[in-house]
């Protein structure tokens, strides 16, 4: 029999701490290393799980502001990122009632498949663009990022935690 973890009140998540994320994210992608099969894209996860988290903070045009920095700074076709990106946005926020409701393996599915879309979009459009198939193994980041999912959970709700500790005096 599986015990299921209680769901705790967290704090409210400053906007210093999903900005810090977000240019955290960044940086990691635009780190020179655009060519490594498997590299998952920290900006799409993070996006993802902000969205789904906070969705009246972060949106779509930010998700479009993010995908045409991307583009930019990788050397991208322009708006290929940010298609995808709002894209993406937009089926997470669409769902974020949904997938909270589930445990977070199966929000990583979820999430896989976003990411999914997200990068044949991409693809899409580089191929509308005269570009050639980057092959199957492209689609290895999605996977390798959606098995990052709990992992990102877990840090990126840390500074929201309450503690542990029952204070008797104090109901919640």
């Not at 502001?65 to 076709?77: E, P």
């Not at 997470?92 to 909270?100: E, F, G, M, Q, W």
């Not at 899409?124 to 092959?135: D, E, K």
């Amino acid at each position: 029999m599986i015990k299921e973890q209680p769901h705790r009140i967290l704090r409210p998540v400053s906007t210093e701490f999903m900005v810090l994320t977000v240019v955290l994210a960044v940086v990691f992608n635009l780190l020179p290393w655009r060519d490594v099969i498997g590299l998952p894209d920290l900006v799409a996860l993070v996006l993802v799980f902000w969205c789904i988290h906070q969705p009246r903070r972060i949106g779509i045009g930010l998700a479009w502001l993010l995908g045409l920095l991307m583009d930019a700074g990788n050397g991208a076709l322009i708006g290929q990122h940010a298609f995808a990106y709002s894209v993406i946005a937009f089926a997470a926020l669409a769902l974020h009632r949904r997938i909270l409701w589930f445990p977070l393996w199966h929000q990583a599915a979820h999430v896989l498949i976003m990411l999914l879309v997200g990068q044949a979009l991409m693809v899409t459009v580089r191929l509308a663009a005269g570009g050639t198939f980057p092959g199957v193994i492209y689609f290895a980041g999605s996977l390798i990022a959606a098995a990052l999912w709990p992992v990102a959970t877990f840090l990126l709700l840390l500074p929201q935690r309450r503690p542990e500790d029952v204070d008797l005096n104090r109901p919640i």
